[in-house]
Each structure stands twice: as structure tokens, then as C-alpha cells.
T-cell receptor, first 114, second 109 residues
Framework: EAQVTQNPRYLITVTGKKLTVTCSQN?????MSWYRQDPGLGLRQIYY???????DKGDVPEGYKVSRKEKRNFPLILESPSPNQTSLYFC?????????????FGDGTRLSIL | EDQVTQSPEALRLQEGESSSLNCSYT??????LFWYRQDPGKGPEFLFT???AGEEKEKERLKATLTKKESFLHITAPKPEDSATYLC??????????FGDGTTLTVKP
């Protein structure tokens, strides 16, 4: 089954403790992206990757890191999480960047940072 | 700066009462306008892509249209199972995606 898999689905942690949210897709997609979704603010793009070893900042990249060493994986790293990063995070992928390619989304990761 | 604005924020309809959702956008280098549906606790699910002004797409009770500055999602004779948040998004040449804040639709039986 074609899917985008995020782990963990839920995480409660404390300020300053490094964490990684993994994202994997099995569709051989070139493009992958991370979003955060907050009440009243919609989906905001954090980082995106047009292909392996190519990453770019979205609208809200501060406090986050990403890497794209393999086509299928695009982990999101919070080196020193803070309470304002408490949010619902989505990973997405599409066949390629640009053009009319729709994105396929994971089921989300709910992060709470105390 | 790319912007996507959706209205209304929330819409309550009776079953069978048709209506429209609006998405207005300003973007440089539009490479597609997308409509997604999002159910509570789930990731957005793709509905339509529109590329150019005048284009229309239909799926069951939903019809999406596009002009140079806005898109409409028309819902004809909605059913309670159409209740969800509907998101509009634009893709640009540079690979960025910008989403609107969504319209939460509630259809009462």
C-alpha cells in the first residue's frame, strides 16, 4: 500500500531534549516536505526537499533541521525543543516538485513540549 | 509573498443545502492549485488539482473551479459524510507550498 509513515504518532517531552520525528515514503517520490499545523494557522511549511541531498527552508524553519540522505526518508530534527514547537506535524511527499503533483500526507505526529 | 485566503472559516449546512467555499490567492509562478479534505486526526487527502483559469474538475458532489485570482469548491446537495475541513493550497515553481487556513464544513442531517 502506498503510504507516508511518520513515527512517533504522539510524543510528550521536555524543553531542550533533542528529538527526531521520522518520515518514510514507499512511492519513490522525489519531493518531500514537513508542515506544522496549529489551531487557526493552517498548515505551514517548515522544510522541503526536491531530491536527495537537496533541502530548502519553508516559511517557518527556525528551530528545526532536516536531512535527505535517502530518497525514501526525510527526518525532522528538533535539536533543542521549546514549548512553542508544541504542534501537530505532517510529513508529505509527491512524485516531483513543481507542477501539478498532489502531496500524499502521513497521519501526523502530535508533539507536546513541556 | 505567496498568500492563500479561504472563506468562510466555518460553514454549517443542512443536508441537501448546496453552497460554495472560496479560496483567493496571490502567488508568483503558480504551478497548480489544490484542494484537500482533512478529517479530524488525519492528514489531508487530495481532492483536485487545477492548473489554469477556466478549468473545472468534478468528483461526486464536489466541483472545483479556478479563475486568475480565486478558486471555488462547490458542494451540491451535501451529506453529513461531507463534513470535514477543506484546505486550499498553491504550489510554486520553487517547490514551495502555501496552504490556506481551511474551511470547516459541518453538514447536519
Amino acid at each position: 500500500e502506498a503510504q507516508v509513515t511518520q513515527n512517533p504518532r504522539y510524543l510528550i517531552t521536555v524543553t531542550g531534549k533533542k528529538l527526531t520525528v521520522t518520515c518514510s515514503q514507499n512511492m519513490n517520490h522525489e519531493y518531500m516536505s514537513w508542515y506544522r499545523q496549529d489551531p487557526g494557522l493552517g498548515l505551514r511549511q517548515i522544510y522541503y526537499s526536491m531530491n536527495v541531498e537537496v533541502t530548502d527552508k519553508g516559511d517557518v524553519p527556525e528551530g528545526y533541521k532536516v536531512s535527505r540522505k535517502e530518497k525514501r526518508n526525510f527526518p525532522l530534527i528538533l535539536e533543542s525543543p521549546s514549548p512553542n514547537q508544541t504542534s501537530l506535524y505532517f510529513c508529505a511527499s509527491s512524485l516531483y516538485a513543481g507542477g501539478g503533483q498532489p502531496q500524499h500526507f502521513g497521519d501526523g505526529t502530535r508533539l507536546s513540549i513541556l | 509573498e505567496d498568500q492563500v485566503t479561504q472563506s468562510p472559516e466555518a460553514l454549517r449546512l443542512q443536508e441537501g443545502e448546496s453552497s460554495s467555499l472560496n479560496c483567493s490567492y496571490t502567488v508568483s509562478g503558480l504551478r497548480g492549485l489544490f484542494w484537500y479534505r482533512q478529517d479530524p486526526g488525519k492528514g489531508p487527502e487530495f481532492l483536485f488539482t487545477l492548473y489554469s483559469a477556466g478549468e473545472e474538475k468534478e468528483k461526486e458532489r464536489l466541483k472545483a473551479t479556478l479563475t486568475k485570482k480565486e478558486s471555488f469548491l462547490h458542494i451540491t446537495a451535501p451529506k453529513p459524510e461531507d463534513s470535514a475541513t477543506y484546505l486550499c493550497a498553491v504550489n510554486t515553481n520553487a517547490g514551495k507550498s502555501t496552504f490556506g487556513d481551511g474551511t470547516t464544513l459541518t453538514v447536519k442531517p
